[in-house]
């Protein structure tokens, strides 16, 4: 356990090298500190010693014979030096907030940049809610221990070795004995790492569980809302908030009995220092200064073992966090760019599947055996059942997966062979989920070329059919659209895409159901929009509605994987089978026998 532990701590302290002259700086602050702060104890000995009971002061003839002197120059100096140190401390506080919050900002943007560079199954099998946890509420508790516990780590070492050096020099028999009740607190310690290892990762991961639940419920409240599903969800959402609680009350019972155990081991100290002084000072073999100065370190002897202890608990849970942190950047990368990939200027838009198979993790396979052309400028419809791996087609060709065989390429490259930035900056794509950040509409459209000008987004707008109505809205483009763009309609959302994929200006665009979630009304908009918008380029069309490819250069029904027909709209018409079928249902010209099944 103290090993993982270690490895785990050696491996945040790693992430700090950027900051080493900022952190050498408070490093020399806490050893010029330390002595300040250790100082006190023994103006309290000169004090009794030398001002209080000593007959003949060594030290009054610096001050004009008065005692009254001599003790005005003793507290002005603890004064003073207590002043250099508060200041010093200070300076260090600083430095480490500000190198704390550099780490924070740097680790979350390299954990934020790596999760980017995940292809989709990465996300297929975590929750937004527990990957929100891991970057924010994980990273903070490892700024904790990484600067903050680091520091207490080297600033309480320094204050034990300082301590037990001065009282071991002031009386070294007392010295000894004082210190070897503390020994016992290493026990403690180790029975305590033992009780709970993996407590403190269970409950980092009940806590992601909360976050994920939660972010689910708030994503899908309309659906919730609509079926009246609160008090089901209300429930859910408890039984991950018990478990995160009961787990988090184990924990919390191991820390209760902790640390009184380690006061009570450490108090045995202040009883040997005391006692054991005491004696001494009877004896004559030891100085009343001497003891008061002993009662005044006590406390710098003990902190610095208490303080260990506690940071001892704080490494067992910022390992727990550090490990989902982690895991995250450890993640292997699936889908990558090559070391000499090329990168691609403007596309011709040439696109050639050559016995492409893929599947989901170990799924049956999603698709086999999947060839087709699609010359520059031509359309290419494809169709069939839920489930056939349509949209599958269009993931593999932005290489947002690697099929398991056979090759895609563009141009002739193998998609592989291309850097990711290059080969995605070809296309274009309209989901049939429409999706916009809350910010403005012109902004949404913008996103894909920052410097465009605002006549540019008007007039990508103007070829999307959604001037009109961003025109007539109270602020215009400057309109907010909400979360996901709750404010707007599906027809509008869809239209603004569209816009978005035109200012994109792209060799390709690829369709993946653009009408399935638009209102009737707005589906003959979009889809003169969609025209405006292939005008030259090449296309992939995904579509339940086959109007949507009816005038495509070639059409392909998937069915089960496989592409089991291709043509052009009249070919299939002419060929029967599922096209002519599904086409005849959607014209209300299908008969019973024909849709049977369907």
């Keep these: ?245 009961r787990t988090s009350l184990r924990a919390l019972l191991a820390r209760s009995f902790y640390f009184p155990s380690v006061m009570s081991v450490g108090f045995l100290s202040n009883v040997a220092m005391i006692g054991l002084g005491g004696v001494y000072v009877l004896r004559d073999q030891f100085t009343t200064g001497g003891l008061v100065a002993y009662r005044g370190y006590w406390w710098h002897l003990f902190a610095p073992v208490n303080t260990l202890a506690r940071i001892n608990e704080m490494l067992l849970r910022a390992t727990a966090a550090a490990t989902r942190v982690f895991e995250l950047l450890d993640e292997p990368v699936l889908v990558c760019d090559k070391p000499d990939a090329v990168t691609l200027d403007r596309a011709a838009g040439h696109i050639r599947f050559e016995q492409v198979d893929f599947r989901y993790d170990t799924r049956d396979t999603t698709l086999e055996g999947i060839t087709f052309e699609a010359l520059p400028g031509q359309q290419i419809g494809v169709v069939g059942p839920s489930g056939a791996g349509k949209s599958t087609l269009l993931s593999l060709v932005l290489r947002l997966y690697d099929p398991e065989q056979g090759t895609i390429r563009l141009d002739g490259h193998d998609v592989r062979d291309l850097t990711q930035a290059s080969l995605r900056r070809q296309f274009a794509i309209v989901t049939q989920e429409p999706f916009l950040f809350n910010e403005t509409i012109a902004e949404n459209i913008r996103y894909v070329r920052p410097e465009a000008s605002d006549e540019q987004i008007i007039e990508a707008a103007r070829q999307a059919n959604a001037h009109e109505f961003i025109a007539d809205l109270p602020q215009g483009y400057d309109t907010r659209v909400g979360e996901r763009g709750v404010r707007l309609s599906g027809g509008q959302k869809q239209r603004i895409c569209i816009a978005r994929a035109f200012l994109t200006d792209p060799a390709i665009l690829l369709l993946d159901e653009p009408t399935a979630a638009v209102e009737p009304e707005s589906e003959s908009i979009i889809q003169t929009a969609v025209q405006h918008v292939l005008e030259g380029r090449t296309a992939l069309t995904v579509s339940h509605r086959l109007s949507m490819v009816r005038d495509a250069d070639q059409i392909l029904v998937i069915d089960g994987g496989r592409i089991v027909q291709r043509g052009t709209h009249d070919e299939l018409m002419a060929a029967g089978g599922w096209y002519r079928r599904m086409y005849n249902l959607q014209q209300g010209n299908g008969v019973a026998k024909e849709v049977s099944g369907f």
């Design 1 to 245: 356990m103290l090993v993982r532990v270690m490895k785990v701590f050696l491996r945040l302290l790693g992430y700090l090298k950027p900051y080493w002259p900022l952190l050498l700086l408070a490093g020399a602050c806490l050893i010029v500190g330390i002595p300040a702060t250790l100082f006190h104890p023994l103006v309290w000995m000169f004090v009794v010693d030398e001002v209080l009971l000593a007959d003949e002061p060594r030290w009054i003839e610096h001050a004009r014979g008065s005692r009254y002197l001599l003790l005005g120059y003793a507290v002005t100096v603890m004064f003073f030096v207590h002043l250099f140190g508060s200041l010093v401390g200070a300076f260090r506080s600083y430095i480490l907030g500000r190198v704390g919050q550099r780490f924070v900002r740097d680790l979350r943007s390299r954990v934020y940049r790596r999760i980017q560079e995940h292809a989709l199954p990465f996300f297929h099998h975590r929750s937004t809610g527990d990957l929100m946890s891991r970057t924010i509420a994980d990273i903070d508790a490892l700024e904790e221990v990484a600067l903050r516990g680091t520091d207490e780590i080297l600033s309480n070492t320094l204050q034990f070795v300082g301590v037990a050096s001065i009282i071991i020099w002031l009386q070294w028999q007392i010295g000894l004995i004082t210190l070897i009740p503390l020994t016992g607190v290493g026990v403690l310690v180790y029975f305590f790492n033992h009780r709970v290892k993996g407590l403190y990762r269970r409950v980092r991961d009940r806590l992601g569980d909360v976050s994920g639940k939660l972010q689910e419920n708030i994503t899908g409240i309309l659906v919730i809302k609509a079926f009246a599903r609160e008090e089901a969800e209300a429930e859910r959402f408890d039984e991950r908030n018990d478990a995160y609680y």
